[in-house]
């Protein structure tokens, strides 16, 4: 089963972290210094926010999936929709170890689908290489999204 993921980015983490919280009714299932999470069934999303030093708001959008053929099928359909897509095997971010497949939609979203293979100690960074094809965007010190895929 696939859940849609939406990072933000934000300035005041823990006053993020109250509004988040009431909004959802629940507490994060992952709280660090820089970094929280929550995992929700209704609706079913890895929200996440961050203060990373980026600039605040949408960071990127993804789909995470449970298994290695989910991951296969969803890279599948961003290369269809796209013609650059960059994968990345045992990436490093956000409190966890991924395989990840990125691309951008026409207006330069970052989209990442991934397959979380257990967390890690660090928040990251993962730096990848540009994608080709694709205008390099500096990620300015991001973790999770590549510097093909850095909003503008």
Not at 13 to 39: E, N
Not at 85 to 110: F, I
Not at 118 to 145: L, R
């Amino acid at each position: 089963m696939q859940r849609l993921h939406v990072h933000v980015s934000v300035d005041d983490l823990a006053r993020s972290i109250g509004f988040y919280s009431t909004l959802f009714g629940v507490a994060p299932s992952v709280l660090k210094d820089d970094y929280a999470k929550w995992m929700l069934d209704d609706p079913r999303v890895n929200f996440a926010i961050s203060r990373t030093g980026r600039e605040t708001g949408l960071d990127h959008l993804g789909i995470q999936v449970e298994r290695p053929e989910e991951l296969a099928a969803v890279a599948g359909r961003l290369k269809a929709a796209h013609e650059a897509v960059m994968e990345q095997q045992q990436a490093v971010c956000c409190y966890a170890r991924s395989d990840k497949a990125w691309s951008m939609d026409p207006q330069g979203v970052s989209w990442e689908t991934f397959l979380t293979h257990g967390q890690a100690t660090t928040y990251g960074p993962d730096h990848a290489p540009a994608m080709p094809k694709v205008e390099a965007k500096e990620a300015a010190g991001a973790c999770c999204a590549p510097s093909c895929c850095a909003p503008a």
